[in-house]
């Protein structure tokens, strides 16, 4: 972030150390735009920054295929039936997340599904030949900011529980930055000329877990979805 | 991206298929045996070894093992399993099952290869042996358990951040993080497919001691099964930079009549800037359709019970 004062401690070889489990506080796996509360579902406020309005710059026709979206989110939501949320979504599902770093990778691992994601920070440029549920994700240092460039992706996930979504010519660029010692700033930009009018950019704040000897426990979704299934016949 | 788009449907498909390989098919085993090239869509290296549906890497003395930054022996890298047919069947299986071709398992403890099972244990393992074909837990996308993840099909990436060491494996896109800074277990309340694992390091072997398994997972394809009372205790000894030694002492009083124990050796791969896919298990699972007992299962239908 242009103009931070907090500079993070090191990790041995000598990049910022974003290590450590970390959780958002915020309603953004609702709807990432403006919402008001709904069953089960609390409102919130949109995390879109840029357009300024708060809203997801959508083409007329996109737009109204996420409205239907939202009219179907029971059956058509992706992550009803279990699948890989793909990024940024996997980022502020309302589960804990851990962070660690090597000298060749990041890694974030998500309770939700057993969700790994590595970042490659290697140098090397995404694959060629291949279309992911997470993305392929390859990142550098900019000071004290994670940058990751996000491509590859899958174009049947989508970002939220109320049918916002994508198509396979998504493009993401996520800035990770810890502001302060126990919170990072979480800021993607998204581009999809297929769907959008103009890049996009959402920010939110991700929260350090200091609970002593906090673990990832587990949600294997698949799983409980059988049992559900299971118990309803 | 655009000129990916019709690869979609080749990545969902990809995976399928490899769940294919792994999921038991009426008469299959035989192929499995010989015909299996690991996940990562080429086959094994000259001299590569075949086990179960994935290639190990082959034997070859590497350095003396180093030290990662903050003092652990350094595990880090790509590692192909060798526990001969563990995967099919943990114990030795001389004699062929449907699905599942006979072969030597990992028991080194009992002397006959065989788990000590109690009698009524024995019977469930038995009966479970005959339903395989839907009930088998990774045909249905569970993660394994322990010790079953150290063995699992296609290898895996240890990587030793400060304070952990952690597996990640390419079946199921999924991972395994132990601590190694001498916590204690979680509540035993919480009970989880893949248990709670906690590492400390004796001399130059990582010994991890796992418990709170929630006895949904098997050790095997071959109804060899777990209850939430099993303790597993593991011991990784890297030899040298190329090999690292693998035990596992298992307990369960409530099926076992004595602890057993399994041995095998991790092979570093030789290729080491490889990158670990994406295996979509649930997203391309295509198995609760034809293998699943309940409704829109097939499994009887299709005959694939018979014996």
């Keep these: 972030m242009a103009g931070q004062a907090y500079k993070a401690p090191r990790t041995p070889e000598g990049n910022p150390d974003l290590q450590g489990f970390w959780q958002v506080m915020n309603t953004a796996a609702v709807n990432l735009e403006d919402h008001i509360a709904t069953l089960g579902m609390p409102a919130g406020l949109s995390v879109v920054v840029d357009p300024p309005d708060g809203k997801i710059p959508y083409t007329p026709a996109a737009r109204e295929k996420q409205k ?50 590595m970042i490659y920070m290697n140098g090397t440029k995404h694959p060629d030949v291949a279309l992911f549920w997470i993305g392929d994700s390859r990142g550098h240092w900019e000071g004290e900011t994670l940058v990751v460039d996000v491509a590859n992706h899958l174009p049947d996930t989508w970002f939220d529980r109320s049918g916002n979504f994508h198509s396979d010519a998504l493009h993401v660029v996520e800035r990770i930055t810890r502001t302060e010692p126990d919170i990072l700033t979480y800021e993607a930009t998204l581009e999809d000329p297929q769907v959008f009018t103009r890049p996009w950019t959402i920010r939110m704040l991700l929260y350090r877990h200091k609970e002593p000897d906090f673990k990832l426990l587990e949600y294997e979704c698949n799983a409980y979805l059988e049992d559900a299934e299971k118990e309803s016949q | 991206m655009k000129n990916l788009k019709t ?32 996940g990562k869509g080429k086959g094994g290296p000259p001299g590569a070894e075949q086990y179960g549906p994935y290639y190990a890497a082959p034997v070859t003395a590497g350095q003396p093992v180093g030290k990662t930054p903050d003092g652990q022996p350094d595990m880090q890298g790509f590692w192909t399993p060798r526990f001969n047919q563990a995967i099919f069947e943990i114990q030795d299986h001389p004699k062929a099952q449907p699905g599942i071709g006979p072969g030597k398992g990992a028991i080194v403890d009992p002397a ?19 339903k395989q074909i839907y009930l088998e837990p990774e045909a249905h996308c569970y993660v394994s358990g322990v010790p079953h993840a150290a063995y699992q099909q296609f290898g895996y990436q240890i990587v030793q951040p400060a304070g952990y060491v ?15 800074d001498g916590r204690p277990h979680i509540s035993p ?36 099964f777990t209850t939430p009372a099993i303790h597993v205790v593991e011991r990784f000894t890297p030899v040298d930079t190329n090999n690292i030694n693998y035990e596992a002492v298992v307990e369960d009083p409530s099926i076992y009549t004595q602890p057993w124990k399994i041995a095998g050796q991790l092979g570093r791969h030789p290729d080491q ?35």
């Excluded at chain 2, 000590?116 to 024995?122: H, L, S, T």
């Excluded at chain 2, 590492?199 to 006895?215: E, F, I, M, P």
């Design chain 1, 68 to 117: 239907e979206n939202y009219k179907n989110r029971a059956k058509a939501d992706p992550l009803n039936i279990c699948y890989i949320p793909g990024v940024p979504r996997a980022m502020y599902l309302p589960f804990p997340m851990q962070i660690v770093q090597t000298p060749k990778y990041v890694l974030i691992a998500s309770e939700f599904a057993h969700t790994l994601r």
């Design chain 2, 112 to 130: 006959d290869g065989r788990i000590p099972y109690k009698p009524e244990a024995a019977e469930k393992a038995k009966e479970l042996l005959t």
């Design chain 2, 7 to 38: 690869l979609n449907v080749l990545v969902v498909a990809a995976a399928a298929a490899a769940l294919m390989l792994f999921a038991p098919m009426p008469g299959a085993g035989q192929d499995k045996q010989k015909g299996g090239k690991g």
């Design chain 2, 273 to 307: 800037n490889m990158e670990l896919m994406e295996f979509a298990c649930v997203e391309g699972n295509q198995d609760l359709v034809h293998y699943t007992e309940g409704v829109g299962g097939k499994a009887k239908e299709k005959g694939a019970l018979t014996k």
């Design chain 2, 166 to 180: 952690l597996f990640l494996t390419e079946y199921a896109h999924t991972y395994r993080a132990i601590p190694t």
């Design chain 2, 189 to 224: 309340n919480v009970k989880l497919f893949r248990g709670d694992s906690v590492g400390k390091w004796d001399g130059g072997t990582l010994v991890v001691d796992t418990t709170n398994q929630n006895g949904k997972t098997w050790f095997d394809m071959a109804g060899n």
